[in-house]
């Protein structure tokens, strides 16, 4: 059984497997996001995701990017323990942080054969869409399960 902590990499590393995923004729599915504490939308939107393709790359906000985007009370699990806790999903293939205020980068070194961001965002506004696109890749979206937030189970906690 391959441990979760193999599935986390740096770029470099990221970079090289996914060229040989795509060497072997592999279709690489990539979304991103902070996934502070992991529920039911979370889930059903990652294997939606991978269900895309063959191999699921998830982008994942470091502490900092997620505090400038959320706010400083946010990240609640710190980076390591979101990345450990994704990579053990069977649907996740691979977990590379990225600590700028958007993924471009990582899309751009990456090279993804489709993105996949929720159905929140109009593809042609999706960061990184023109790049995949570019390459001869797509650009889907995923609906959310109604009714499940982070920011609504944080609200709900603070209450009781």
């Known amino acids: 059984m391959e441990k979760t902590q193999s599935k986390i990499k740096p770029l470099g590393e990221a970079k090289k497997t996914v060229a040989d995923w795509k060497a072997t004729g592999k279709k690489v599915v990539f979304t991103n996001g902070c996934f502070d504490i992991l529920h039911l939308g979370h889930v059903d939107y ?37 990345a450990r806790i994704l990579a053990a999903f069977q649907f996740i293939d691979l977990v590379v942080f990225f600590n700028e205020d958007t993924p471009l980068n990582l899309i751009s070194e990456l090279v993804p ?48």
Request: hydrophobic share 35%; net charge positive.
């Open 113 to 160: 054969d489709i993105l996949v961001k929720g159905s929140d965002y109009l593809a042609e506004n999706i960061v990184g869409a023109d790049v995949v696109i570019r390459h001869g890749g797509q650009v889907k979206t995923i609906d959310f399960v109604p009714g499940y937030s982070t920011t609504r189970i944080v609200e709900k906690i603070k209450k009781t």
């Open 46 to 82: 990652l294997e939606k995701a991978r269900n895309l393709g063959d191999k699921l790359v998830l982008g994942l906000n470091t502490d900092d990017s997620v505090s400038r985007f959320k706010g400083p009370d946010r990240p609640i699990q710190d980076e390591n323990s979101r």
